[in-house]
């Protein structure tokens, strides 16, 4: 029944995943105020995010630094929530294993991310956009398999 083999993550069989996903992705609350509101422990939080977010979580602290040292506020808080929106799609997509679904998605984040980019031109940026490929060649590679 289970699709992941040895899958013992206290996070990834919560109840609350999504919603604890959320808050890792989107750094709205500390680990300590997630780890007592859902009840679990910090180092799970931490291994889950770890080990088991995908890296979009990287590139969406990336987007939030690019945020920082951007006057262009509004546009980044649009270009914040389309990244939010594609990576809970993301998220739901790769829960029912709909990887087509979770690839669109994952080109809209790099979409956004590469916007980002646009405005605040970082190399570390770049590097992000390059995971993000990385990314899309696996997924691709998978649905061809
Ligand atoms: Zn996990």
């Not at 999504?18 to 300590?32: N, P, Q």
């Not at 969406?60 to 040292?69: D, G, L």
């Not at 790769?94 to 956004?112: N, P």
């Amino acid at each position: 029944m289970a699709k992941a083999v040895g899958r013992k993550c206290s996070i990834c069989n919560h109840p609350q995943r999504s919603e604890i996903d959320k808050a890792l992705v989107t750094r709205s609350t500390s680990y300590r105020n997630v780890s007592e509101r859902y009840g679990v422990s910090v180092g799970a939080l931490s291994r889950h995010k770890a080990n088991h977010l995908p890296r979009l979580v990287e590139a969406a602290k990336a987007c939030e630094a690019a945020q920082a040292v951007t006057s262009g506020v509004a546009l980044m808080d649009e270009l914040d929530s389309l990244l939010n929106r594609a990576l809970a799609i993301l998220e739901a997509a790769e829960g029912s294993g709909q990887l087509k679904v979770a690839l669109q998605a994952i080109r809209e984040a790099r979409e956004c991310i590469k916007t980002c980019a646009d405005l605040a031109v970082t190399a570390e940026l770049e590097e992000r956009v390059e995971e993000l490929e990385e990314l899309i060649e696996q997924r691709e590679g998978l649905r061809r398999a």
